[in-house]
């Protein structure tokens, strides 16, 4: 594995009715839901690791700490970052980020495991 400290992975998304916590269902307001922030903030973390990993494996949700700071209207454009936090065996931390043009939306950490697939989807089963 070639995941090294400092790796940076960034998504962009503009949000849509489909992103809101109403279409999401955690929450009655068209705005931005924390679903789906953790979702870009978990996007943003498996680029950040992208082609360091190797074949055969990927990573995989752990843990997830986020504070969701700001609403977000339909409309807004909203980058996710996450860049490697530490590489502790096959767990890997990230510091993770979103903001807008106003500013911070959410702040926090990432943990995601690395696992090789094939093994991974049989203990699925």
Same mark, same amino acid.
């Not at 998504?11 to 009655?28: F, K, Q, Y």
């Not at 953790?38 to 843990?63: P, Q």
């Given at each position: ?11 962009? &998304? *503009? ?13 009655? %307001?068209?705005?931005? !839901? =924390?679903? /789906? ?15 360091? &990993? *190797? ?13 969701? %700071?700001?609403?977000? !209207? =339909?409309? /807004? ?49």
């Amino acid at each position: 594995m070639a995941v090294r400290v400092g790796q940076r992975g960034e998504i962009e &998304l *503009e949000v849509t009715e489909a992103d809101t916590a109403i279409a999401l269902r955690s929450g009655s %307001l068209p705005v931005l !839901a =924390t679903p /789906r922030v953790v979702a870009l903030v978990e996007e943003a973390s498996v680029v950040a690791v992208g082609d360091a &990993l *190797e074949d055969g494996h990927t990573t995989v949700g752990m843990k997830v700490q986020l504070d969701h %700071l700001a609403p977000t !209207a =339909t409309g /807004r454009t909203v980058v996710a970052e996450s860049t490697v936090e530490a590489v502790n065996g096959r767990r890997i931390s990230f510091q993770v980020s979103v903001s807008d043009d106003r500013g911070l939306v959410a702040v926090g950490r990432v943990t995601r495991v690395v696992v090789e697939i094939d093994r991974f989807l049989t203990k699925a089963g």
